[in-house]
């Protein structure tokens, strides 16, 4: 059947979200083991993934265990899925009781994002 110009279906420049959040996840986990190594060793978690006002920019929010007996560290991590690059800030910091994050501004290593 031959569509007539009227009846193709507009392309309305939307992504495919679950795709963008699993490319997403898949970017930061391969960040975190540049990071920290062995992401299982470390107790590895996806706390957050959330699209950042742009169609095309991820927050992620992971946290691991540094060592036994020491308390979460959580980070802070933009990805751009269309690039498939860090971008900046990135933050690593506590959750405070309340549940809220408090995080500092670390700076982005260029042997992180290749």
Do not use: H
């Amino acid at each position: 059947m031959i569509m007539t110009q009227e009846e193709k279906p507009k392309e309305t420049g939307r992504r495919d979200e679950e795709l963008d959040v699993a490319m997403a996840v898949e970017k930061t986990q391969n960040i975190m083991r540049k990071i920290i190594g062995n992401l299982q060793q470390k107790e590895f978690r996806l706390e957050n993934v959330k699209q950042n006002g742009d169609n095309t920019k991820y927050i992620v929010i992971c946290s691991i265990v540094p060592d036994y007996g020491k308390e979460r560290d959580y980070y802070f991590i933009k990805i751009d899925v269309v690039s498939g690059k860090q971008v900046s800030p990135m933050g690593i910091g506590k959750q405070m009781s309340d549940g809220s994050f408090e995080f500092k501004e670390i700076p982005i290593k260029p042997e992180w994002t290749i």
